[in-house]
Protein backbone atom coordinates (compact mmCIF):
# COMPACT_ATOMS: atom_id res chain seq x y z
CA UNK A 1 0.00 0.00 0.00
CA UNK A 2 1.18 3.67 -0.59
CA UNK A 3 3.12 5.37 2.48
CA UNK A 4 1.07 8.15 4.23
CA UNK A 5 3.06 11.30 3.22
CA UNK A 6 4.61 11.74 6.18
CA UNK A 7 6.95 8.56 6.04
CA UNK A 8 7.09 9.16 2.88
CA UNK A 9 10.22 11.76 3.55
CA UNK A 10 12.21 10.53 6.05
CA UNK A 11 15.38 12.98 5.90
CA UNK A 12 13.58 15.51 8.57
CA UNK A 13 13.08 12.82 11.05
CA UNK A 14 16.67 11.85 10.96
CA UNK A 15 17.74 15.29 11.13
CA UNK A 16 15.36 15.53 14.14
CA UNK A 17 17.07 12.37 15.92
CA UNK A 18 20.77 14.07 14.99
CA UNK A 19 19.28 17.46 16.97
CA UNK A 20 18.49 15.21 19.70
CA UNK A 21 21.83 13.31 19.83
CA UNK A 22 24.25 16.35 19.72
CA UNK A 23 22.15 18.33 21.46
CA UNK A 24 22.49 21.40 18.65
CA UNK A 25 20.98 22.31 15.32
CA UNK A 26 24.58 23.36 14.02
CA UNK A 27 26.31 20.31 14.98
CA UNK A 28 23.56 18.32 13.19
CA UNK A 29 23.17 19.87 10.65
CA UNK A 30 27.36 19.79 10.56
CA UNK A 31 26.61 15.99 10.34
CA UNK A 32 24.31 15.93 7.89
CA UNK A 33 26.77 18.48 5.09
CA UNK A 34 24.37 21.09 5.07
CA UNK A 35 24.51 24.67 6.41
CA UNK A 36 22.77 25.31 9.67
CA UNK A 37 20.13 27.64 7.35
CA UNK A 38 18.97 25.09 5.61
CA UNK A 39 19.34 22.72 9.04
CA UNK A 40 16.67 25.35 10.74
CA UNK A 41 14.45 25.66 7.10
CA UNK A 42 14.42 21.72 7.22
CA UNK A 43 13.41 20.99 10.82
CA UNK A 44 10.38 23.71 10.26
CA UNK A 45 8.94 22.18 7.31
CA UNK A 46 8.79 19.10 8.97
CA UNK A 47 7.07 21.19 12.03
CA UNK A 48 4.58 22.47 9.58
CA UNK A 49 4.03 18.95 8.08
CA UNK A 50 3.08 17.03 11.36
CA UNK A 51 1.32 20.23 12.90
CA UNK A 52 3.32 20.02 15.96
CA UNK A 53 5.94 22.44 17.76
CA UNK A 54 9.52 19.62 17.71
CA UNK A 55 12.17 22.38 18.72
CA UNK A 56 12.36 24.71 21.49
CA UNK A 57 14.17 27.68 20.17
CA UNK A 58 16.11 30.07 22.38
CA UNK A 59 19.00 32.59 21.74
CA UNK A 60 21.74 30.18 23.36
CA UNK A 61 20.49 27.45 20.82
CA UNK A 62 17.48 25.18 19.90
CA UNK A 63 16.82 21.39 22.11
CA UNK A 64 13.41 19.78 21.98
CA UNK A 65 10.05 19.75 22.96
CA UNK A 66 7.93 17.63 25.03
CA UNK A 67 5.87 16.03 22.14
CA UNK A 68 10.01 16.64 19.85
CA UNK A 69 11.05 13.76 22.25
CA UNK A 70 8.40 11.56 21.75
CA UNK A 71 8.58 11.86 18.14
CA UNK A 72 11.68 11.73 18.20
CA UNK A 73 11.63 7.92 19.71
CA UNK A 74 8.67 7.13 17.20
CA UNK A 75 10.71 8.24 14.70
CA UNK A 76 14.24 6.02 15.64
CA UNK A 77 12.31 2.92 14.36
CA UNK A 78 11.82 3.81 11.38
CA UNK A 79 14.81 5.73 9.83
CA UNK A 80 16.86 2.81 11.68
CA UNK A 81 14.80 0.52 9.35
CA UNK A 82 15.36 3.12 6.51
CA UNK A 83 19.36 2.56 6.93
CA UNK A 84 19.31 -1.01 7.38
CA UNK A 85 17.37 -1.53 3.66
CA UNK A 86 19.77 1.09 2.15
CA UNK A 87 22.75 -1.14 3.70
CA UNK A 88 21.31 -4.18 2.37
CA UNK A 89 20.43 -2.65 -1.13
CA UNK A 90 23.79 -1.73 -1.51
CA UNK A 91 25.53 -5.68 -0.30
CA UNK A 92 23.39 -6.77 -2.92
CA UNK A 93 24.59 -4.01 -5.57
CA UNK A 94 28.09 -5.14 -4.60
CA UNK A 95 27.46 -8.92 -4.65
CA UNK A 96 25.57 -8.68 -8.01
CA UNK A 97 28.79 -5.99 -9.64
CA UNK A 98 31.00 -8.85 -8.64
CA UNK A 99 29.49 -11.81 -10.59
CA UNK A 100 28.26 -12.29 -13.99
CA UNK A 101 27.07 -14.79 -15.64
CA UNK A 102 26.33 -15.04 -19.18
CA UNK A 103 25.87 -17.43 -21.97
CA UNK A 104 27.00 -17.65 -25.50
CA UNK A 105 27.29 -20.11 -28.54
CA UNK A 106 29.83 -21.98 -29.61
CA UNK A 107 31.05 -19.58 -31.96
CA UNK A 108 30.61 -16.46 -29.85
CA UNK A 109 32.11 -18.26 -27.10
CA UNK A 110 35.09 -19.68 -28.51
CA UNK A 111 36.45 -16.96 -30.88
CA UNK A 112 34.66 -13.94 -30.01
CA UNK A 113 34.35 -13.97 -26.14
CA UNK A 114 38.01 -14.61 -25.18
CA UNK A 115 38.92 -10.79 -25.88
CA UNK A 116 35.85 -9.22 -24.84
CA UNK A 117 36.17 -10.62 -21.27
CA UNK A 118 39.83 -9.52 -21.07
CA UNK A 119 38.76 -6.14 -21.86
CA UNK A 120 35.66 -6.64 -19.02
CA UNK A 121 38.36 -7.62 -16.68
CA UNK A 122 40.22 -4.46 -17.44
CA UNK A 123 37.40 -2.50 -16.21
CA UNK A 124 36.66 -4.94 -13.55
CA UNK A 125 39.62 -6.53 -12.07
CA UNK A 126 37.58 -8.45 -9.09
CA UNK A 127 34.82 -9.40 -11.07
CA UNK A 128 34.19 -13.41 -11.27
CA UNK A 129 32.50 -14.35 -14.75
CA UNK A 130 30.68 -17.41 -15.26
CA UNK A 131 30.54 -18.56 -19.01
CA UNK A 132 27.68 -21.33 -20.04
CA UNK A 133 29.07 -22.39 -23.77
CA UNK A 134 25.86 -23.94 -25.51
CA UNK A 135 24.01 -23.89 -28.89
CA UNK A 136 21.92 -20.96 -29.53
CA UNK A 137 18.88 -22.56 -28.72
CA UNK A 138 19.50 -23.03 -25.37
CA UNK A 139 21.42 -19.63 -24.69
CA UNK A 140 18.40 -18.17 -25.52
CA UNK A 141 16.10 -20.38 -23.02
CA UNK A 142 18.72 -20.10 -20.41
CA UNK A 143 18.27 -15.19 -20.54
CA UNK A 144 14.53 -16.57 -20.60
CA UNK A 145 14.82 -18.18 -17.48
CA UNK A 146 17.13 -15.80 -15.80
CA UNK A 147 19.93 -18.35 -15.33
CA UNK A 148 21.91 -15.72 -16.91
CA UNK A 149 21.77 -12.00 -17.11
CA UNK A 150 23.19 -12.06 -21.12
CA UNK A 151 23.25 -13.69 -23.70
CA UNK A 152 24.89 -14.25 -26.68
CA UNK A 153 23.65 -15.94 -30.23
CA UNK A 154 23.76 -16.96 -34.17
CA UNK A 155 20.64 -18.10 -34.72
CA UNK A 156 18.05 -15.94 -36.85
CA UNK A 157 15.21 -16.48 -35.41
CA UNK A 158 14.78 -15.84 -31.63
CA UNK A 159 11.46 -17.00 -29.17
CA UNK A 160 9.45 -13.63 -27.41
CA UNK A 161 10.27 -12.10 -24.50
CA UNK A 162 13.68 -11.55 -25.23
CA UNK A 163 15.35 -8.05 -26.54
CA UNK A 164 18.28 -8.31 -29.17
CA UNK A 165 20.60 -5.96 -30.75
CA UNK A 166 23.45 -6.61 -33.12
CA UNK A 167 27.03 -6.70 -31.94
CA UNK A 168 28.98 -7.95 -35.15
CA UNK A 169 28.65 -9.96 -38.65
CA UNK A 170 30.05 -13.27 -39.77
CA UNK A 171 30.45 -15.21 -42.31
CA UNK A 172 29.58 -18.80 -43.23
CA UNK A 173 32.29 -20.73 -45.17
CA UNK A 174 31.48 -24.25 -46.95
CA UNK A 175 34.77 -26.50 -45.96
CA UNK A 176 36.35 -29.61 -47.42
CA UNK A 177 38.99 -32.02 -46.74
CA UNK A 178 42.25 -30.77 -49.45
CA UNK A 179 41.62 -34.46 -51.23
CA UNK A 180 37.64 -33.72 -51.36
CA UNK A 181 36.40 -33.41 -54.97
CA UNK A 182 35.32 -29.74 -54.44
CA UNK A 183 38.79 -28.57 -53.11
CA UNK A 184 39.79 -27.67 -56.42
CA UNK A 185 36.53 -26.43 -57.67
CA UNK A 186 36.51 -23.32 -59.23
CA UNK A 187 32.63 -22.76 -60.16
CA UNK A 188 30.51 -21.48 -57.19
CA UNK A 189 28.23 -24.32 -55.47
CA UNK A 190 24.69 -23.39 -56.09
CA UNK A 191 22.26 -23.57 -53.62
CA UNK A 192 20.41 -26.99 -54.92
CA UNK A 193 23.99 -28.63 -54.73
CA UNK A 194 24.26 -27.93 -51.11
CA UNK A 195 20.81 -28.55 -50.24
CA UNK A 196 21.18 -31.94 -51.93
CA UNK A 197 24.59 -32.88 -50.21
CA UNK A 198 24.44 -34.74 -46.58
CA UNK A 199 26.56 -32.40 -44.56
CA UNK A 200 28.50 -32.67 -41.53
CA UNK A 201 26.62 -30.67 -39.53
CA UNK A 202 26.10 -29.15 -35.99
CA UNK A 203 22.82 -30.31 -34.06
CA UNK A 204 19.45 -28.97 -34.22
CA UNK A 205 19.15 -25.80 -32.41
CA UNK A 206 22.34 -24.37 -33.39
CA UNK A 207 22.92 -21.36 -34.74
CA UNK A 208 25.25 -21.86 -37.45
CA UNK A 209 22.64 -24.90 -38.69
CA UNK A 210 19.77 -22.78 -38.68
CA UNK A 211 21.58 -19.93 -40.39
CA UNK A 212 22.23 -21.91 -43.18
CA UNK A 213 18.75 -23.67 -43.66
CA UNK A 214 17.82 -20.08 -43.57
CA UNK A 215 19.84 -19.56 -46.46
CA UNK A 216 18.51 -22.17 -48.47
CA UNK A 217 15.38 -20.28 -48.82
CA UNK A 218 12.74 -22.55 -49.70
CA UNK A 219 15.06 -25.37 -50.59
CA UNK A 220 15.42 -28.20 -47.78
CA UNK A 221 18.65 -29.64 -47.04
CA UNK A 222 19.62 -33.13 -46.93
CA UNK A 223 19.30 -35.46 -43.76
CA UNK A 224 23.13 -34.44 -42.22
CA UNK A 225 25.97 -37.22 -42.90
CA UNK A 226 26.60 -36.96 -39.72
CA UNK A 227 25.45 -34.95 -36.48
CA UNK A 228 28.30 -33.37 -33.74
CA UNK A 229 27.74 -31.30 -30.98
CA UNK A 230 31.05 -29.14 -30.97
CA UNK A 231 32.87 -26.93 -33.99
CA UNK A 232 36.13 -28.71 -33.24
CA UNK A 233 34.53 -32.61 -33.45
CA UNK A 234 33.08 -30.83 -37.36
CA UNK A 235 36.59 -29.93 -38.61
CA UNK A 236 38.41 -33.01 -37.70
CA UNK A 237 35.74 -35.09 -39.40
CA UNK A 238 35.63 -33.21 -42.26
CA UNK A 239 39.84 -32.81 -42.23
CA UNK A 240 39.94 -37.02 -42.18
CA UNK A 241 37.68 -36.44 -45.29
CA UNK A 242 34.08 -36.93 -44.02
CA UNK A 243 32.64 -34.85 -46.15
CA UNK A 244 31.36 -31.46 -46.54
CA UNK A 245 30.53 -29.09 -43.82
CA UNK A 246 29.14 -25.13 -43.31
CA UNK A 247 30.97 -23.09 -40.54
CA UNK A 248 32.18 -19.83 -39.13
CA UNK A 249 34.64 -17.93 -41.03
CA UNK A 250 35.85 -17.36 -37.37
CA UNK A 251 35.91 -20.91 -37.21
CA UNK A 252 38.52 -22.26 -39.52
CA UNK A 253 40.31 -19.54 -40.06
CA UNK A 254 43.88 -21.53 -38.90
CA UNK A 255 42.82 -24.61 -40.70
CA UNK A 256 42.69 -22.84 -44.14
CA UNK A 257 46.16 -21.05 -43.37
CA UNK A 258 47.05 -24.64 -42.41
CA UNK A 259 45.63 -26.24 -45.34
CA UNK A 260 44.30 -29.05 -43.16
CA UNK A 261 40.06 -27.21 -44.83
CA UNK A 262 39.98 -25.83 -48.38
CA UNK A 263 37.41 -23.28 -48.39
CA UNK A 264 34.62 -23.83 -51.54
CA UNK A 265 33.16 -21.25 -53.39
CA UNK A 266 29.50 -20.93 -53.20
CA UNK A 267 26.89 -18.46 -54.12
CA UNK A 268 24.90 -18.72 -51.61
CA UNK A 269 24.66 -15.91 -49.29
CA UNK A 270 25.95 -17.04 -46.24
CA UNK A 271 26.54 -13.77 -43.49
CA UNK A 272 24.41 -14.18 -40.46
CA UNK A 273 24.29 -11.06 -37.62
CA UNK A 274 25.49 -12.90 -34.15
CA UNK A 275 23.10 -10.85 -31.38
CA UNK A 276 23.31 -9.95 -27.77
CA UNK A 277 20.04 -10.89 -25.85
CA UNK A 278 18.15 -10.02 -22.74
CA UNK A 279 14.99 -10.40 -21.44
CA UNK A 280 12.85 -7.73 -22.44
CA UNK A 281 11.58 -6.84 -19.05
CA UNK A 282 14.96 -6.39 -17.93
CA UNK A 283 17.40 -3.72 -18.36
CA UNK A 284 21.14 -4.43 -18.72
CA UNK A 285 23.50 -3.34 -15.33
CA UNK A 286 26.81 -3.21 -14.55
CA UNK A 287 29.38 -5.77 -15.48
CA UNK A 288 26.70 -7.04 -18.65
CA UNK A 289 25.86 -3.86 -19.65
CA UNK A 290 29.46 -3.09 -19.94
CA UNK A 291 30.01 -6.12 -21.82
CA UNK A 292 27.19 -5.91 -24.34
CA UNK A 293 28.82 -2.10 -25.16
CA UNK A 294 32.49 -3.85 -25.64
CA UNK A 295 31.24 -5.96 -27.80
CA UNK A 296 29.41 -3.24 -30.10
CA UNK A 297 33.02 -1.72 -29.80
CA UNK A 298 34.78 -4.63 -30.86
Not at 139 to 164: I, N, R
Amino acid sequence: MPLPPLAADLTGFDLLLSVARLGSVGRAAAEHRISQPAASARLRELERRVGLTLLHRTPRGSTLTETGALVADWARAAVDAADALAAGLAALRATHESRLTVAASQTVAEYLLPAWLVALRAAHPGLAVTLQAANSADVAAAVLAGQVELGFVEGPDLPGGLHDEVVATDRLAVVVAPGHPWAKRRRSVTAAELAATPLVSREAGSGTRRAFDQALGDLTAAAPLLELSSTTAIKHAVAAGSGVAVLSSLAVTAELAAGTLVAVPTAVPLQRRLRAVWRAADQLIGPARDLYAIARRA
